[in-house]
């Protein structure tokens, strides 16, 4: 009956050495699941450039169709009237170059008065102009976080931005 006796208690003794081993074991041995401590986040950021079409409305100036581009009216009246006005100076054969100098001078007068009537002849109208600009636009494409568990610092890629802590299982951060 000694033997078991000893037999039993060394057995229990044994347990027990056993259990206080790997109780310090634990003790030791950094825990798998916990909260983590979150030290850094960084946002990750692409930058692009995007066209856009920007339109505002503008006044704009038209000429008016001209129907005599030549300006055969106003050369004929200038004329005739420069060979009336001509005409009542001089005498004999100085009348009659009086006359054609006063034509000559009357047709071209009148066809750069025209021409100049012409050109003023414009309406105004709004018309819509676009045109296309770079827009700058920056984008989140996640964040770097930086995190401290049991005394190792890791970082990782998440979609969101964290707190203050993570959550920890089996060594693995638990995504939220």
């Known amino acids: 009956m000694k033997s078991a006796a000893i037999a039993a208690l060394s057995v229990v003794g044994t347990v027990a050495v056993a259990g206080v081993g790997y109780g310090a074991y634990q003790a030791m041995t950094p825990s798998a699941s916990g909260y983590a401590k979150v030290v850094n986040v960084k946002p990750v950021v692409t930058h692009s450039e995007e066209p856009r079409q920007e339109c505002r409305q503008v006044t704009v100036q038209h000429q008016k169709p001209v129907k005599d581009d030549k300006q055969v009216a106003g050369s004929v009246i200038g004329a005739v009237i420069g060979g009336v006005v001509g005409h009542q100076f001089g005498g004999g054969h100085g009348k009659d170059a009086a006359t054609a100098g006063g034509a000559i001078a009357g047709g071209i007068a009148g066809n750069r008065i025209q021409k100049n009537m012409q050109d ?3 309406y105004t109208t709004t018309e819509e102009q676009c045109h296309t600009v770079m827009e700058s636009k920056s ?38």
């Open 120 to 122: 003023k002849n414009t």
């Open 139 to 176: 984008h989140t494409q996640g964040y770097d976080v930086t995190y401290t568990f049991n005394g190792d610092q890791q970082t990782i890629h998440m979609d969101k931005r964290p707190g203050d802590r993570l959550r920890i299982e089996d060594g693995d951060v638990v995504m939220p």
